[in-house]
């Protein structure tokens, strides 16, 4: 073993000595979904029904992490609303005093199955919007009615008296409609509303020409959402994330990696976060492992974990404690160095990469979608 190999694993060593328990879990049920939205941060090669987690399986790994200290878990997807066992995961939590936050895109859903949900223990729903013009709704999602159906579904869960937020991933195709959305969000008395960028991993990545809006755009809408979220200050929480190919500094990854979430895709594999399975690093999976001895000594959770892997110029950034370094799925995908620094960041040497990125995607009509469909890779 040489030195470097040596301090290498004193640091990794270290890192997992310094890690407490998860606060939250991300639980990809499946990745099927009824919709085919291009910018979806699944990876490319979906998996099928066949090769998900039993609900054994689930339960397990759900009781091993009220155990680890998982306060609440997001039962995602794909469209988590097509296993069949839903409401029993949620019983199984509940009933162990985890909060429960159901991500859906809705279209399966009736109000029959939201208040079994309800009754169940559920604790929040979030339901994605693609666009509130019901042409566009229908093109990204690929699926005809869309927004009809999800707004009969936003009531349904007001009706059943479960707290809404309301999900608005934010591209070229739908972001002059900003104002609109948040005047939806207000007649459907939804609690919070997220306008998000879509984040370029997975589906999104291969779309990204037809889905990034050009800087200009992005300022004007900035704009409306800062008068917003004042206006409407303890009426209705806004949450705006805004495309890393226009920051000065980039956001915290996970607020810190592998330091309060924990991710299990839909065949088991757990991870950092839910787009880490882009990085060159081996996984365990839930099945073979105990949850928590994958949390603490994993050897993904602790390559990047603390502050001591980090090269210049974030080892020596004041803001290392603030933002983590960055994303490492985007350094990695934009440079080929999983450590270095994000190219969102300023100060890092590759961030002319993002503006050369972005000049690329926005300097043209934007080109036809590829759906995301499994078996489409």
Not at 144 to 153: A, G, I, M, P
């Amino acid at each position: 073993m040489d030195g470097s190999t040596t301090i290498e694993t004193i640091e990794r060593v270290s890192a997992a000595a310094s890690a407490g328990p998860p606060l939250g879990m991300l639980a990809e049920l499946t990745h099927r979904c009824p919709l085919q939205c291009p910018y979806c941060s699944n990876p490319i090669h979906l998996l099928k029904a066949a090769e998900e987690l039993d609900t054994t399986t689930w339960l397990s790994a759900f009781s091993q992490a009220a155990e680890l200290g998982v306060l609440q878990v997001h039962l995602s997807g794909g469209e988590p609303t097509l296993r069949q066992d839903l409401e029993e995961f949620v019983s199984a939590l509940a009933s162990r005093g985890v909060y429960t936050n159901l991500i859906t895109a809705g279209v399966t859903l009736t109000a029959e199955r939201i208040k079994r949900l309800a009754d169940c223990g559920l604790d929040h729903i979030q339901l994605s919007l693609q666009a509130i013009d019901p042409e566009i709704s229908d093109k990204i999602g690929n699926y005809k009615q869309s927004l009809e159906r999800k707004l009969t579904v936003a009531r349904w869960i007001r009706e059943a008296g479960l707290p809404l937020t309301l999900n608005a991933p934010t591209h070229r195709h739908n972001i002059r409609q900003t104002r609109a959305v948040i005047e939806l969000a207000l007649n459907l008395e939804a609690d919070r509303l997220e306008i998000a960028h879509v984040q370029y991993y997975g589906w999104a990545a291969r779309n990204r020409a037809a889905l990034l809006p050009d800087y200009e755009t992005v300022l004007d809408e900035a704009a409306i959402v800062g008068e917003a979220k004042e206006r409407l200050k303890g009426v209705l929480n806004i949450d705006y994330v805004t495309p890393d190919y226009y920051a000065q500094f980039p956001k915290p990854c996970m607020g810190g990696w592998a330091k309060d979430v924990i991710t299990i895709k839909p065949e088991g594999k757990v991870l950092p976060c839910h787009a880490a399975e882009s990085l060159p690093l081996a996984f365990d999976n839930v099945r073979d492992k105990p949850l928590a001895a994958i949390w603490y000594g994993g050897e993904a959770f602790n390559r990047f974990r603390g502050l001591e892997w980090m090269k210049e110029p974030c080892r020596s950034c004041p803001r290392k404690d603030i933002d983590f370094g960055g994303c490492r799925c985007q350094a990695f995908a934009l440079t080929g160095d999983a450590e270095a620094a994000d190219p969102a960041c300023s100060l890092s040497p590759h961030h002319h990469l993002m503006a050369e990125v972005a000049k690329s995607a926005t300097a043209s009509a934007p080109p036809p979608f590829v759906y995301r469909r499994i078996g489409q890779a």
